[in-house]
């Protein structure tokens, strides 16, 4: 039909020539014909206006109500195709309208959690932002270091000196609840963001300590997680205890500054206590084990998916032949790990205390152009002799464990404990009591006339309303007398600086 009106058009324009060529009296046959042609290109322009609406409103009609692909997949990424027709089929089809930037993040969230790897994570905008504020100089929040575990959130170890580690928050705690809001499904990341706050804002944590069938609540304020990794002191008058909390980008500097320090006041022999420590940056460990390990020997190995193996040693910057010994225990995680095992198998080290976390592998992190965070494990670690301590910890050569109030659960002091009180509470504060020296008589949970007499002596000891009941500040201050006593009857410590006076002789 097309071709048709063209051709009708050029014989038509040929003969307006011909006719604009004969005399003034053919005149009015030409102007016939020229209307005549004028009219047909008048119907040909609205013939394709036609057909340019009607091929738009099959475009449209197509776009509105048919299985469009709203995003190309390009031939040779064939493997997208279910994902971007899960995308599409989501966009058209949902009963309420979805946004792009929530499906996106949330398919590659379920890329990274089909990894089953709780150190792989992926990370929006936001949650970037508050990661990277957590690695910097110093950050807000309770300061406790969790990780995803077996469905649930795990503290690994809370930070020395930090809100967490002085409302008695321990390792292996299962955080259940964050202000009434449970973290069933939620990664560390989710965690980390609902736990974190402004200083002086109040978080309500409830916990499940493993032993107790019931989880306890602990309201915990925010402050500030100071900056400070290394903490040194001198034992005695020739042996000095360095802690170190964790791997943060300026902990070896701090280290040296340490060892510097007490090395002017005498010290002979050092104990490196890395329980508590849940890890931190790969290159801090290095620089540390460094400092005591022998020049050129492994410090630790990486091994990539192919299992090409790479090893990183000791460029010794330090004295390795300081009498020397290393404190672990079930908080000890990751480049403490790392640190240990090189010390144990690369500078025959002594290790003592319990046996560590168990986390063998080693993080890297890509950053999109949005701000949102890829962070993913890239290789296994191995210790100098070739062990995957993964899952498995590291057993030191002299187990010593804490005594059993060492160990005991922190108790809500907004409860009120009191006479004909019977739970668990009661149980744990009976322990309490005779541990510091006020023998409540039992200690199955039923507070009874002598648990009360026990209760009144340590409210006079520390000049304390003597009431009998155990609630509000005479709780804080048994839970702070006890935390003193630990400290003082550390025998772990205790162990250690016993087998490192063996070493100096």
Do not use: C
């Not at 807000?140 to 969790?146: Q, T």
């Not at 989710?190 to 069938?213: C, D, F, H, W, Y």
């Not at 280290?255 to 508590?276: F, Y």
């Not at 009941?469 to 003082?488: A, F, P, Q």
């Amino acid at each position: 039909m097309v071709m048709k009106v063209v051709k009708s058009l050029e014989e038509k324009n040929q003969e307006k020539v011909k006719v604009e060529e004969e005399k003034v009296g053919q005149e009015q046959v030409t102007e016939n014909k020229s209307s005549y042609i004028r009219l047909k290109k008048f119907h040909f322009i609205m013939l394709l206006f036609f057909l340019v609406f009607v091929s738009a409103g099959i475009t449209t009609f197509a776009l509105a109500f048919g299985k469009e692909k709203v995003v190309t997949v390009t031939p040779d990424r064939t493997e997208f195709n279910k994902l971007y027709e899960a995308f599409d089929t989501l966009k058209n089809g949902y009963y309420q309208n979805v946004n792009d930037k929530k499906l996106i993040n949330g398919a590659i969230d379920g890329m990274v959690n089909s990894l089953d790897d709780p150190y792989s994570d992926y990370m929006s905008s936001d949650e970037a932002k508050s990661f990277h504020s957590s690695i910097s100089s110093s950050f807000e929040g309770i300061g406790a270091e969790i990780q995803e575990k077996d469905g649930h959130i795990v503290i690994v170890s809370p930070i020395k000196g930090s809100p967490a580690e002085k409302a008695g928050i321990k390792p292996n705690d299962i955080v259940v609840t964050v202000n009434g809001k449970s973290l069933q499904g939620k990664n560390s990341t989710e965690a980390v963001t609902m736990i974190r706050g402004k200083k002086g804002t109040k978080v309500v944590l409830s916990i499940q300590r493993p032993g107790n069938a019931i989880p306890m609540t602990l309201s915990i304020v925010r402050d500030t997680i100071p900056i400070d990794t290394v903490y040194g002191e001198m034992v005695d008058n020739s042996i000095a205890k360095v802690q170190i909390t964790s791997f943060s980008s300026n902990t070896s500097k701090e280290l040296v500054n340490t060892l510097n320090d007490l090395k002017k006041k005498g010290m002979k022999g050092l104990v490196l206590d890395l329980r508590q420590n849940p890890g931190g940056l790969l290159d801090q460990a290095v620089s540390i084990s460094s400092m005591f390990v022998p020049n050129g020997k492994v410090i630790v190995k990486e091994e990539d998916r192919n299992g090409k193996i790479k090893e990183i040693t000791s460029q010794n910057e330090g004295n390795p032949d300081l009498p020397l010994v290393v404190l672990i225990d079930s908080g000890s995680a990751s480049a403490s790990e790392i640190t240990a095992a090189a010390l144990k198998e690369s500078a025959g080290v002594p290790l003592i205390g319990e046996k560590s976390f168990g986390k063998g592998t080693v993080q890297t992190a890509a950053d999109f152009d949005d701000g949102s965070n890829l962070k993913y494990t890239i290789a296994k670690w191995l210790t100098p002799n070739g062990n995957w301590i993964h899952k498995k910890g590291i057993t030191p050569d002299v187990v010593v464990a804490l005594p059993e109030y060492a160990t005991l659960p922190i108790i809500d002091s907004n409860k009120e404990l009191k006479l004909s009180s019977s739970s668990t509470e009661v149980q744990t504060a009976q322990k309490m009591l005779k541990a510091i020296g006020y023998d409540p008589g039992r200690e199955d949970g039923f507070f009874d006339e002598k648990t009360k007499q026990a209760v009144i002596k340590f409210q006079t000891a520390q000049k304390l309303p003597a009431t009998g009941v155990l609630k509000g500040d005479t709780t804080i201050k048994l839970m702070t007398v006890l935390s003193g006593k630990i400290k003082n009857s550390d025998t772990q410590l205790q162990k250690a600086v016993e087998v490192l006076k063996s070493r100096m002789k």
